[in-house]
Each structure stands twice: as C-alpha cells, then as structure tokens.
C-alpha cells in the first residue's frame, strides 16, 4: 500500500525546490560570515570561546516574506527568516540577536554591577519600551549596549545625522544608556583590550546621578518602533 507522502508525491516536490532551497542558503551564507567576523573583531572577542552555546539562523521559504523572528532558550540563540523576492539582506535585525548573544553572558558574569544602576529604573517607567526592560536593569542595560554598538558598526560614510537621530530615537523609546555607551565605546575602540576585560569598566564608569538627571528630561515617545532591531531578546520558551 503506497503511504500518504507518496500519494501526494512529497519527494517529487522536494525535488523540484531543492535546488532553490541551496541558493538561498549560497546568498546568506556570506554575508552572515561576515557580519559575524566584523563583529567580533570590533568586541575583540571571538565566539569560539562560547563552547556548549549556539547561534543559529534558519531559513523559512514559506514563511510570510521578508518576516524575521528571534528567540534565546536557555543558552541557545536562534534566528528564523522568510526570504523575499528581492535580494536585500535586513542583516542588521540578525546581528542585534547575535550582539546578545555575544553580551548577555558578560552581563550574566558581572550580575553585581548591575544594583547600583537599578535607580535608573525610576526614569523610564513611562517609556514606550517592552515592560522587561523596566523592571530589569540587566536587560534594559545590554539592549542600551547592543544598539550602542550597532551605532558603531554602522558604515563609515552613515552621516552624523542620521547617528544622531538614532541615538534621538533610543532615548525616546527609554533606552536612556543608549548614548553614554556610544561615546565609552570610542575610547573602547582605542584600547587593545578586548570587551571581555572593559565591560566591567564600562558599566563602572556610568555616572548614575548625571544618567538620571538626563533621563528624567527626556520626552518619550508614545509607542516603541515596529521593527525587530527595535523590540527585545528575552528569553522565552516558545515562538510568539
């Protein structure tokens, strides 16, 4: 008796997308190779120090187009993107999700350096952002941190302007430590030392007081941008 996958003859269909499936995998396989070099050679931190932790990115060709999805469980961290007919790569929503990758165990390490930050929590109680970030100091300060980064990492010919609307952008939505981590990381850049042995210092160095202040200035906006670049990596066991 001919089972049900040969009845609707599910190899023959594989068969006749399989070919496409591989190109796919061809056109992010290089860029992906170098967002991750790039990135870790800016932190100074390879990612084969991670041994018994994984970042993964699958390929999802039926999913809705252009649709990218980010979840960490446990120490694992996962990337799932629906391609689009265009040839454009959103690499900068897989690299926030690789940026937590490589800081949220620096920040698991360093856990006690966070209570002296946790007053900043008072200032952004009326932000747009998801409610995690203002309940938790740790969270709320490796997101400032990625997006600080990613700042940095922008090409060299991005104009100042368009830095400084970002930087705009992340105070509005309560990321308040957005901005002192974009200027540390210049001085970051000139020191050998890799962000292993600075974050400590980094967060050390964050004036509370004058952190505070600023914050309780700002202007937030009413609600948080859409994109994934924007929205949180907190762990969770299942696929929203």
């Not at 050679?41 to 649709?67: E, H």
């Not at 700042?151 to 302007?161: A, D, H, M």
Request: charged share 25%; hydrophobic share 35%.
């Amino acid at each position: 008796m001919r089972t049900f996958y040969e009845k609707v003859g599910l190899h023959t269909v594989w068969q006749r997308h399989n070919a496409r499936y591989t190109q796919l995998a061809e056109i992010y396989h290089v860029p992906l190779a170098k967002m991750t070099f790039d990135t870790e050679i800016y932190l100074k931190m390879p990612s084969s120090g991670y041994l018994g932790r994984q970042f993964t990115v699958y390929l999802d060709a039926m999913g809705a187009p252009g649709q990218t999805n980010a979840r960490q469980y446990a120490s694992d961290y996962y990337v799932v993107i629906s391609p689009t007919s265009s040839t454009a790569i959103k690499m900068q929503q897989i690299q926030h999700t690789y940026l937590h990758y490589l800081l949220d165990p620096l920040a698991m390490k360093n856990g006690g350096a966070f209570k002296r930050l946790e007053p900043l929590l008072e200032e952004v109680k009326n932000a747009p952002m998801d409610e995690a970030f203002k309940t938790n100091i740790s969270l709320l300060v490796t997101e400032c941190l990625v997006r600080a980064i990613e700042e940095r990492l922008l090409p060299l010919k991005t104009p100042e302007t368009q830095r400084s609307k970002d930087l705009d952008d992340a105070d509005k939505e309560g990321y308040v430590l957005t901005r002192y981590f974009y200027d540390a990381l210049g001085r970051f850049e000139k020191d050998p030392a890799g962000m292993r042995n600075d974050y400590t210092d980094l967060l050390g160095s964050i004036d509370v007081g004058k952190e505070r202040k600023r914050a309780s200035y700002l202007q937030y906006a009413s609600e948080a941008a859409p994109e994934l670049l924007h929205s949180p990596v907190i762990p969770t066991s299942t696929f929203s």
